[in-house]
């Protein structure tokens, strides 16, 4: 104890719904490898055999899911996010048939595009880095 006071691991400052926020997060964990598996392996269409899935985010009461993704084929991202919208019936059922939850939430594919942007970024910062050595020269 500290002070008199019962002591508790920093986790338990988190605020309410902790425990529910962790398996959360440990669920949102497990359903960004079954979804991966089943675009890789379980789903003919080949556009979607590119798709990478970056996250997961459940809500709250676990009734929406939210999966983010991005593509390296040639394929538009238009095309692919299409593609894996006609697919969520087959992920529902992976999700069903692998009993991780009671329910299955509605599922919205949203493109991630955090990596057009760490690729714009890295281009910027080689632009002031040139610009430096060229005013050092």
């Known amino acids: 104890t500290i002070g ?6 920093p986790i338990f400052y988190l605020g309410r719904n902790t425990m529910a926020r962790i398996r959360i997060r440990r ?3 497990e359903l960004i490898k079954l979804i991966s598996n089943t675009l890789l392996f379980k789903i003919r269409d080949k556009r979607l055999q ?3 899935i970056t996250a997961v985010r459940l809500t709250n009461d ?3 899911m939210k999966v983010y993704f991005t593509h390296l084929g040639k394929e538009s991202d238009q095309k692919v996010l299409t593609a894996i919208n006609r697919s969520s019936g087959f992920i529902k059922k992976q999700i069903a048939e692998a009993k991780m939850m009671r329910r299955i939430p509605e599922i919205i594919f949203q493109y991630d ?6 690729h714009k970024l890295e281009d910027i910062f080689a632009k002031i880095h040139e610009e430096e050595e060229q005013e050092n020269d």
């Open 4 to 9: 008199g006071n019962l002591w508790l691991p």
């Open 27 to 29: 669920l949102e964990k």
């Open 50 to 52: 590119s798709v990478t």
């Open 62 to 64: 676990m009734s929406l």
């Open 113 to 118: 595009d955090i990596a057009d942007k760490a």
